[in-house]
């Protein structure tokens, strides 16, 4: 994969080499960092507010294929489905501590364009990264990132606190990581069978994006509090819309009424799905991979969200023992299905 | 290495059932433990005092090897050496995330033994596990901990404030863990060639301990708080006196003087040691693994330090300009290596 790059083995600076030659980048620039990398631990100072902290572990081979994901791109990502973490409580990210495991197919070159990607997302969002660990690892490549934030008390939206007749909301569309992920397979399985095949990727750029570079939705918390909303329940949609949605109805005990008709699809994703034969509300209700906030609101608030091309309505919540459900296009009722992506079930 | 057990898939119960399963041992018992497992992220109130946070990744085949750790012990040293860090800031610990990448080799009883040494640490050392990640992994047992902690302004010990006079200080004794590893590398080597032996570790409890399951010196932390010093710098021994001692003295940009002969060794590293043929000075400087905590205080403090059994004085920080240096029981003086553990070079 590096064989035509200039290629510097990390053995050669040692782990101390190492932390000293990343963390070199590292500019600090939220007040809220008191010391960041350098001692046994990072300072924090939130002043009052509540800390936030959410981690996430990614591994090769079972949450991306180097086949076709450009470090880049995976450090982007790796930091950006920690942040989302943190929105979806409503809160404020500050900092992140990042840790490696490499094996000795990554040069340095490469750890640095998966760095990169990392500082891209971090700078873009105002976020530290104050520490971390690397380390060599005997088979793959090892990505746990954790992220903490912050949030005043009352500011903070839980799983468990929606309420019958709330709104259910979803910022952006659904289903296009999924879809994106499937086109990446497909073109991966051509490219094995006949190396002299070139990606046919064009025109797909929206939804192979989504699938490799999502973006964590910041504006979308910025944006509720400008319109004066404070969400009664968030998650973000990691394991898909169904799996997610049944959190927040579960720890509420609450149901649903979800619209299949509502559900916000882009013509792209819908569209790839066909050519795959595959269903477009399926993808959006059990694709995952989103990072799309999934949201309820209080009734009395319709009126300040309807107009926002950015959110959604699509359901809304019921009394527990009218149980979860998707009404389909046709009007039928059926009980919503968890089948969210499983890391323990993979091929 | 569980044929004679009972063996329950993972596959099985899945993501979230697994995550249900080991979530449903954890009590919380930290008043600043707001909201624990069960949301985006964990929701921490440390009132004002500043935030610590550490972070370490362990991954089997690099640091840690299944041969000879029973997985209770690597848990529970999984947590130790994440304490060890904030202890090493002079703080509080209160939360740990925990996640875990898994190969199909562990069934379900392997995971709760795992899980049952990190309860144990954080019970001890009243620490509540308030989330984390679990994932299959294709490369072996990966375990990333996350350590959250809290401290006073003015408590806090950095590693770049020692000044020149000090006294260095170290707790306990050196080299042990280091010790106990090429006992237990060699039983390892003779069960291989033959498994009809059995491991001869008779009467060497103590340094097999100090290798699988140190205890980060939260009692160290307490004590100096007892006697009113406040180290002018702290760091903790994980990769070796000497590394750790220039990490000190190279942020502090300072020199010191180290003396051989006050490096506490206990008498069975000396003599485990010596039948290694190895020089238990070289193991205490450069062996690492021991959390002991090693820290600077000024001279005026020694009073009351001098007569704790549990902390020995071993140096002194100079200036920069005159090096960092080991004088010898012989009385020569050698400048320091830092020939400390490196997870980038092992064969």
């Known amino acids: 994969m590096f064989e035509n790059k200039e290629r510097t083995e990390i053995e050669k600076l040692g782990e101390f080499g190492l932390i000293d030659y990343l963390t070199k980048n590292i500019i600090i620039n939220n007040p809220s960092t008191v010391k960041g990398a350098g001692d046994d631990a990072a300072v924090l100072n939130f002043s009052g507010k509540k800390t936030l902290i959410s981690t996430d572990l990614l591994l090769e081979g079972i949450h991306f294929d180097l086949a076709y994901t450009p470090l880049k791109h995976l450090g982007y990502k790796a930091i950006q489905v920690n942040l989302s973490d943190i929105y979806a409580m409503n809160g404020t990210v500050g900092q ?9 197919k990554f040069p340095l070159e490469a750890v640095e364009e998966l760095y990169e990607g990392m500082l891209l997302a971090c700078k873009k969002y105002n976020v530290d990264i104050v520490g971390g ?3 060599a690892s005997k088979q793959g490549l090892v990505i746990s ?6 949030a005043d008390d009352e500011e903070i939206c839980y799983r468990n606190t929606a309420n019958e007749g709330d709104l259910i909301c979803v910022s952006g569309d659904l289903g296009g990581a999924y879809v994106g992920l499937q086109l990446l397979e497909r073109e991966k399985k051509i490219f094995l069978e006949n190396p002299a095949v070139q990606p046919d990727l064009e ?3 929206y939804i192979v994006e989504r699938q490799l570079k999502p973006e964590a939705r910041r504006d979308i918390v ?9 969400p009664t329940a968030m998650i973000d949609i990691s394991d898909g819309l169904s799996s997610d949605l049944m959190h927040i ?18 013509p792209m994703t819908y569209e790839t799905a066909r050519e795959f ?5 399926v993808c959006a209700l059990s694709g995952g991979e989103d990072y799309e906030l999934l949201f309820t609101v209080s009734q009395s608030d319709y009126e300040k969200i309807k107009n926002n091309s950015d959110i959604s309505i699509i359901g809304h919540i019921n009394e527990k023992a009218s149980g979860m ?9 059926h009980p919503l299905k968890a089948q969210g992506w499983n890391a323990f079930s993979q091929p």
Do not use: W
């Open 222 to 230: 910025l944006l509720l509090k400008d319109l004066g909303i404070k």
């Open 249 to 266: 109805c579960r720890q509420s005990e609450k149901g649903c009424s979800l619209y299949e008709e509502k559900i916000p699809l882009d």
């Open 145 to 150: 990132v954790t992220s903490i934030g912050y």
């Open 203 to 205: 025109g797909k750029d």
């Open 133 to 135: 660990d690397t380390s």
């Open 277 to 281: 034969n595959l269903d477009p509300t």
């Open 325 to 333: 459900n998707l009404i389909s296009k046709s009007g039928n009722v």
């Open 96 to 104: 992140v501590t990042v840790s490696l495991g490499l094996s000795s």
